[in-house]
């Protein structure tokens, strides 16, 4: 990876300009039976058309704070790097009453109607679907971000050393989210490998694991969701599947 990178979102793009057909992100749900896979190319531009939702439609600026109220999901992985792309604070678990605006899955909507600012509802469907209805006081991502632009360009330059990300209680800047997860990638031996993490989203350990090291490093993540509802033996087969290096539970 370029060692220039001071963001996530500088992260995202070295990977894209390196290999854009290579996987990055393969999700699975062991609740649903439901397995997705992205490429570098595809989870971009997922990315490209959050930022532009984030950054157009709901008019955050630089220094704004977005609730994240997800799992750990391939989409929150979008949200994280669209928001790192507008300059944005990723506040994960955040209370919406003090957020500039709310990103929602379908659990914690009663606790997301307390932000005063703009409202997105994720239905967290397989391939991506909407709500069959639309939640009162939200719009609905899956509605909202397929016509938005393939390609993002932020309106202001993203400072590296503003805070990009909050978790555990604490604050870390877009530089230091770099520097941690190479740190992690190191530790963990991930290299251009696959790292499988079965953990939580909401906190470093997981966002680490789940996203971060293996961007920072090169190599791609599979992402799993309730894997304590996974099969016997599910797990032993999906390392061997997806050609796992690492394993983080």
């Known amino acids: 990876m370029n060692a220039n990178d001071r963001t996530p979102a500088d992260l995202l793009r070295s990977a894209l300009a390196a290999d854009p057909g290579r996987p990055l992100v393969t999700f699975y749900d062991d609740a649903t039976g439901e397995r997705v896979e992205l490429s570098v190319a595809t989870f971009a531009n997922w990315v490209a058309k959050t930022a532009n939702l984030l950054q157009g439609d709901l008019a955050a600026e630089p220094g704004d704070r977005v609730a994240l109220l997800l799992p750990a999901h391939w989409q929150t992985a979008v949200w994280l790097l669209a928001c790192s792309s507008v300059g944005v604070v990723a506040d994960v678990g955040g209370d919406p009453a003090s957020a500039?605006?709310?990103?929602?899955?379908?659990?914690s909507l009663d606790a997301a109607r307390a932000c005063s600012?703009?409202?997105?509802?994720l239905a967290l469907r397989p391939l991506g679907g909407r709500f069959?209805?639309?939640p009162e006081g939200f719009a609905d991502y899956a509605v909202e971000v397929p016509s938005q632009g393939d390609r993002f360009a932020p309106y202001a330059p993203v400072d590296p050393d503003e805070v990009a990300l909050a978790v555990d209680g604490g604050e870390l800047?877009?530089?230091?989210v770099v520097e941690r997860a190479r740190a992690d990638a190191e530790r963990l031996g991930v290299g251009p490998g696959r790292i499988l993490s079965g953990l939580s989203y909401?906190?470093?350990?997981?966002?680490?694991s789940g996203?971060?090291?293996a961007l920072a490093s090169g190599g791609s993540v599979v992402l799993c969701r309730n894997l304590d509802q996974a099969a016997e033996?599910?797990?032993?087969k999906r390392v061997a599947d997806e050609r796992v290096t690492v394993t983080v539970r």
Not at 117 to 121: C, D, F, M, V
Not at 173 to 176: K, L, P
Not at 202 to 208: F, R, T, Y
Not at 233 to 236: I, K, M
């Open 100 to 107: 500039d605006l709310v990103v929602s899955g379908p659990e």
């Open 117 to 121: 600012g703009e409202r997105i509802a």
């Open 132 to 134: 069959p209805q639309t």
């Open 173 to 176: 800047s877009g530089a230091e």
């Open 202 to 208: 909401g906190a470093w350990e997981g966002l680490s």
């Open 211 to 213: 996203l971060y090291a």
């Open 233 to 236: 033996g599910a797990l032993e």
